[in-house]
Antibody, heavy 121, light 110 residues
Framework: EVQLVQSGGEVKKPGESLKISCTSSGYSFGFYWIGWVRQMPGKGLEWMGI????????RYSPSFQGQVTISVDKSISTAYLQWSSLKASDTAMYYC??????????????WGQGTLVTVSS | QSALSQPASVSGSPGQSITISCTGT?????????VSWYQQHPGKAPKLMIYDVDNRPSGVSNRFSGSKSGNTASLTISGLQAEDEADYYC??????????FGSGTEVTVL
């Protein structure tokens, strides 16, 4: 069974750094893309970026380029999303998801449970 | 990157059919046959319902179907059921080599 288990909720202050994780099991981690999706409170889904664990090829949405960093550690089948300096506007639920790929375009076929990040002074 | 445009809400009675539209540009929806649809129930993670415009993943009811014409993709739910009440999001590959979600549509079963 494919499972993506995300790290627990976080409460941080503006300006602090943060790295959240997404650990996969039940499939060959290196052969599927892993993406991150933001959902601000009461709002819609936002595609942040995606990484291929096989070679760490990473794509970012223009909206999130330079704002976050996506990485992986293949040895422990884990993907990460990190911020160097959080803002209150980063308060949101963050989902990781496994993606299958067509010739172009990714389809998120398995999702993590979400990590709630709260940034408040 | 602007979100694809979806109606805020669509409603229907049990057994009816409804259609949700997803409008983009030639740089996303209109330029590629890589549109997906996701269902999200409150407090839950999204679920893939349609991929590559009109393909259903294994296990998804055949009451869900997708199509595309020009810059607009559509999701049709036939034989509407109470369990279909949820938020629905389209997603498309873009010329930025990324993807973009739609603004989301709340489906209400009357």
């Amino acid at each position: 069974e494919v499972q993506l288990v995300q790290s627990g909720g976080e409460v941080k202050k503006p300006g602090e750094s943060l790295k959240i994780s997404c650990t996969s099991s039940g499939y060959s981690f290196g052969f599927y893309w892993i993406g991150w999706v933001r959902q601000m409170p009461g709002k819609g889904l936002e595609w942040m970026g995606i990484i291929y664990p096989g070679d760490s090829d990473t794509r970012y949405s223009p909206s999130f380029q330079g704002q976050v960093t996506i990485s992986v550690d293949k040895s422990i089948s884990t993907a990460y999303l990190q911020w160097s300096s959080l803002k209150a506007s980063d308060t949101a639920m963050y989902y990781c998801a496994r993606a299958t790929i067509s010739v172009a375009g990714w389809n998120f076929d398995s999702w993590g449970q979400g990590t709630l990040v709260t940034v408040s002074s | 990157q602007s979100a694809l445009s979806q109606p805020a809400s669509v409603s229907g009675s049990p057994g009816q059919s409804i259609t949700i539209s997803c409008t983009g540009t030639s740089s996303d929806v209109g330029g590629y046959n890589y549109v997906s649809w996701y269902q999200q129930h409150p407090g839950k993670a999204p679920k893939l319902m349609i991929y590559d415009v009109d393909n259903r993943p294994s296990g998804v009811s055949n009451r869900f179907s997708g199509s595309k014409s020009g810059n607009t993709a559509s999701l049709t739910i036939s034989g509407l059921q109470a369990e279909d009440e949820a938020d629905y999001y389209c997603s498309s590959y873009t010329s930025n080599s990324a993807e973009v979600f739609g603004s989301g549509t709340e489906v209400t079963v009357l």
